[in-house]
T-cell receptor, first 110, second 110 residues
Framework: DVKVTQSSRYLVKRTGEKVFLECVQDMDHENMFWYRQDPGLGLRLIYFSYDVKMKEKGDIPEGYSVSREKKERFSLILESASTNQTSMYLC?????????FGPGTRLTVT | QKEVEQDPGPLSVPEGAIVSLNCTYSNSAFQYFMWYRQYSRKGPELLMYTYSSGNKEDGRFTAQVDKSSKYISLFIRDSQPSDSATYLCAMGAGGFKTIFGAGTRLFVKA
């Protein structure tokens, strides 16, 4: 079974803080993704990575950055958290079309 | 117009009913199609993957793809309260980009 883990299930941060969300997969997948999920808006792609140190912007990259130093680990960074970044953040990995998701991190920015 | 349209529901059915969940899409280049199940406060779980028109069955679940009509369906037979979740359709044309529907909330009443 593919296992994707995320560092926290719930996080509460203050406006302006730098926030790190970590994701680890154990299936040696090349591709990793970060999404946010909001009611009525579905899943929106923030960034993805198709190889170590490689990254591509998704549909909503503003206010976010990513890091992939090792194949199994993909980090999402909120440089200066804002209240409109309160959301469910989902990490996924894939070797082809099928994406496998982690449990999600529910981030609240106050 | 969104690339993928999915009725958000909620859809409420009695236990034992046959459930039909649907998505329409506009991009004729889409080649692969998936269904995910997402329980409350959890990450999406891949249920079905198909690459062609026609039906694919897995236990109580049947995925149907009609490329000529740009329409996909997921049927759940003998629905159970444990099937209560949000169901997301997803599809893509190859490469890294997968488009997700916004999800349909399903409630199966005991």
């Amino acid at each position: 079974d593919v296992k994707v883990t995320q560092s926290s299930r719930y996080l509460v941060k203050r406006t302006g803080e730098k926030v790190f969300l970590e994701c680890v997969q154990d299936m040696d997948h090349e591709n990793m993704f970060w999404y946010r999920q909001d009611p009525g808006l579905g899943l929106r792609l923030i960034y993805f990575s198709y190889d170590v140190k490689m990254k591509e912007k998704g549909d909503i990259p503003e206010g976010y950055s990513v890091s992939r130093e090792k194949k199994e680990r993909f980090s999402l960074i909120l440089e200066s958290a804002s209240t409109n970044q309160t959301s469910m953040y989902l990490c996924a990995s894939s070797d082809a079309e099928r994406q496998y998701f982690g449990p999600g991190t529910r981030l609240t920015v106050t | 117009q969104k690339e993928v349209e999915q009725d958000p529901g909620p859809l409420s059915v009695p236990e034992g009913a046959i459930v039909s969940l649907n998505c329409t899409y506009s991009n004729s280049a889409f080649q692969y199609f998936m269904w995910y199940r997402q329980y409350s406060r959890k990450g999406p779980e891949l249920l079905m993957y198909t690459y062609s028109s026609g039906n694919k069955e897995d236990g109580r679940f049947t995925a149907q793809v009609d490329k000529s009509s740009k329409y996909i369906s997921l049927f759940i037979r003998d629905s159970q309260p444990s099937d209560s979740a949000t169901y997301l359709c997803a599809m893509g044309a190859g490469g890294f980009k997968t488009i997700f529907g916004a999800g349909t909330r399903l409630f199966v009443k005991a």
